[in-house]
């Protein structure tokens, strides 16, 4: 006879059965937060749907799905996290594909306040950069870089202390570079080139962990400002910066400088060509007068390449260059130096430097004998007033006529 199961043992497996049917749902389908969903389609719509093809991020975005549950080629170009509790998934990164898309970054960007990372990178987005980019507190990178976007950079900025990269680089962007940038205690890489960006560039000693600032090719003008002292890498050409460099000379951890394309002016100091880890020197087309340098026999900076090129620089080339042990590439062309080629350059020549342009100066004499053995060396003495065989590689070029190399070397 079959054993019948006491209705107490009954009830407790239906009551338990009852309950985990209940929060299946929950743990199960941890959808995505509603006004995240919505955010998202906003973003969409402000698209040109004909900047959208087929095989693009976008195009994968279809709406009848749960962006954070979606699978397979849905939802491309953005992350959720996984909430551990019953709380609904949130968007952490937005990172479309360079694919051309042509529209407006909606403001309701600013409702996806679980962002960590915006890249849109290489696509055609318009207009200005939304106010409401303040709200993403949790923002560490942002990449907008390769747009057209216009206006200046959002005074709230200063609200994203998570944020270590930002690059805008080769947009539209004007104004000036907010003085609260400084409150980016984290920031480690900034770049706003290729812009048009104006006024003076703010004391940025507070963005202490900073180590590369790139605001090339704009229109900031007066002073160099105080820098941090992480700095590794500074990309200041093409602006219009005044006065001298004195504010780089405490930059022990540099390694590559770039500040062509100015009007800065005075002395190419000894401070600056003593940075014992800068690799790359770029101080051409400015307006200074006089490069120092010392013998570094003993000092043994790391400096490999020396470009001082359309400067005003005067009197005889410095012999001490031959002591950077490191240097390969030198240019010192268009300038106003004097004089004859150092014979110490000659042994250079033949060994260590790859790189020598002298042409456009106002050199005198006879060659080092060395510049006329075969050579590995590139570059040239053109538009001087050398002695100089044309059988020599580096003499290909006429040489200036004698009425220029008579008095009249010190024309601006």
Not at 363 to 380: A, Y
Request: charged share 15%; hydrophobic share 40%; aromatic share 8%.
């Amino acid at each position: 006879m079959a054993r019948v199961m006491p209705t107490k043992v009954l009830y407790l497996l239906y009551s338990t059965l009852t309950i985990i049917l209940c929060l299946m749902p929950l743990q199960i389908n941890s959808a995505t937060l509603e006004a995240d969903t919505q955010a998202l389609l906003e973003i969409k719509l402000a698209i040109d749907p004909n900047s959208v093809p087929p095989s693009s991020y976008l195009n994968s975005w279809d709406f009848t799905v749960d962006p954070c549950e979606s699978t397979g080629s849905q939802f491309l170009g953005i992350l959720c996290n996984l909430p551990l509790d019953n709380s609904s998934s949130r968007v952490t990164a937005l990172d479309l594909d360079s694919i051309g898309y042509d529209g407006f970054l909606t403001p309701s960007i600013g409702n996806l306040t679980e962002l960590t990372v915006i890249n849109l990178d290489k696509n055609k987005f318009r207009g200005p950069i939304p106010q409401t980019i303040s709200n993403l507190r949790k923002l560490t990178r942002l990449t907008l870089s390769d747009n057209f976007f216009t206006g200046p950079i959002p005074l709230g900025i200063r609200a994203l202390k998570n944020l270590q990269h930002i690059d805008v680089s080769f947009n539209r962007l004007s104004g000036s570079l907010p003085s609260n940038i400084s409150a980016l205690r984290s920031l480690t890489y900034m770049s706003l080139s290729n812009n048009a960006f104006a006024g003076r560039v703010p004391d940025l000693t507070g963005l202490w962990q900073l180590q590369t600032i790139d605001l090339s090719i704009n229109q900031f003008y007066g002073d160099i400002p105080n820098l941090p002292i992480s700095l590794r890498k500074i990309y200041f050409n093409h602006n219009i910066l005044s006065g001298h460099m004195t504010p780089l000379k405490g930059l022990k951890r540099l390694k590559w400088l770039d500040v062509s394309d100015n009007r800065l002016s005075g002395v190419i100091s000894k401070d600056i060509l003593s940075l014992k880890g800068v690799i790359h020197l770029n101080v051409s087309y400015n307006r200074f007068t006089t490069l120092e340098v010392i013998n570094y026999s003993l000092e043994g900076p790391m400096l490999q390449v020396l470009e001082a090129q359309g400067n005003h620089l005067k009197g005889h080339l410095p012999v001490n260059l031959v002591t950077l042990q490191n240097l390969t590439n030198v240019n010192l062309a268009n300038n106003q130096f004097t004089g004859t080629i150092p014979n110490e350059y000659g042994a250079k020549v033949i060994t260590s430097w790859r790189r020598l342009y002298l042409d456009h100066n106002f050199l005198q004499g006879n060659l080092p004998p060395q510049f006329g053995l075969k050579t590995n060396v590139r570059g040239s003495l053109a538009n001087n007033c050398l002695q100089c065989p044309p059988t020599i590689v580096l003499c290909h070029g006429a040489q200036r006529p004698t009425t220029e190399c008579v008095g009249n070397h010190q024309a601006p």
